[in-house]
């Protein structure tokens, strides 16, 4: 049995070693992950051997020699193939920053996700061409980069998280949060402590997602919520300050100005009947 995908950057190949069955010791000039998908398998890698358990995968970098052997049972291997320029172009589409080198660990835990990738990428190829698979390859080495282990993963793994918290559902916690306590004494220090974020990535990535800071966005609701309370008629200017958070007059008359163009007084006056 041998199924074969092979693309510009990346391939999958799944094959069958019989008992006290070996390929011959070899080399390649990409990364190859091998994957054993019945039972445990002896490998070699640079004349060491490695006996991989059912649930590890061993990771070979370019120009690495390694073997495959099936010594006591027949074994199913998947080959999951990948060169430096696509995982360079993933991690700059990930994190933003350059890779120059990357270390990883020979031995990987195996990933059901990346099991799950690889056999979704044959399928695309068998339903919809080669070409359509190849459109994935970023996506694939992402999953890989991803799921195993290297120099690589702290920065990797904190920009997932910090792509999550650009999300669209923590936004609108952020705002709902604002919306819900805009009268309380809040801070940037205090919503960040709040939603278990440190102030300064909170800062970034609310103002990457609205356009306006944290900060900015609790001044627009707070003052929003004056002018309603204004016109209204039923409370004096100072007493407007406070009720919607601010603990200066000065702050919010300067405030008020800056949004609207005029003080408070001025806003009362032109606008009540």
Request: hydrophobic residues 35%; contains cysteine.
């Amino acid at each position: 049995m041998e199924m074969r995908l092979d693309m510009k950057h990346t391939g999958v190949l799944m094959f069958d070693l019989q008992k006290g069955e070996a390929d011959e010791t070899h080399t390649h000039d990409h990364f190859q992950l091998s994957v054993p998908l019945s039972g445990d398998l002896l490998t070699f890698h640079n004349h060491r051997t490695q006996k991989l358990e059912h649930n590890q995968s061993l990771l070979v970098p370019p120009d690495d020699i390694h073997q495959h052997e099936a010594q006591q049972d027949r074994k199913e291997i998947m080959l999951i193939s990948f060169n430096e320029e696509i995982m360079k172009k993933a991690y700059k589409t990930h994190t933003g920053e350059d890779l120059h080198t990357i270390d990883f660990s020979p031995v990987q835990k195996n990933s059901q996700a990346l099991l799950k990738e690889a056999k979704s990428i044959f399928q695309t190829a068998s339903f919809d061409g080669v070409d359509a698979a190849m459109n994935l390859e970023e996506a694939f080495t992402s999953v890989i980069l991803d799921q195993m282990s290297g120099s690589h993963s702290e920065i990797w793994h904190a920009c997932k998280k910090e792509h999550a918290y650009g999300s669209a559902p923590f936004i609108k916690e952020v705002k709902n949060l604002i919306e819900d306590c805009y009268d309380e004494n809040l801070t940037l220090e205090s919503m960040a402590h709040h939603l278990n974020i440190s102030k300064y990535h909170l800062h970034r990535i609310f103002n990457q997602s609205v356009g306006i800071t944290p900060m900015a966005y609790l001044h627009k609701t707070r003052l929003e919520k004056a002018t309603q309370i204004l016109l209204s008629g039923s409370y004096d200017i100072t007493n407007v300050a406070f009720m919607v958070g601010y603990q200066s007059i000065s702050t919010f008359n300067r405030s008020f100005k800056k949004m609207y163009g005029k003080t408070p007084s001025q806003f009362v006056k032109e606008h009540r009947i």
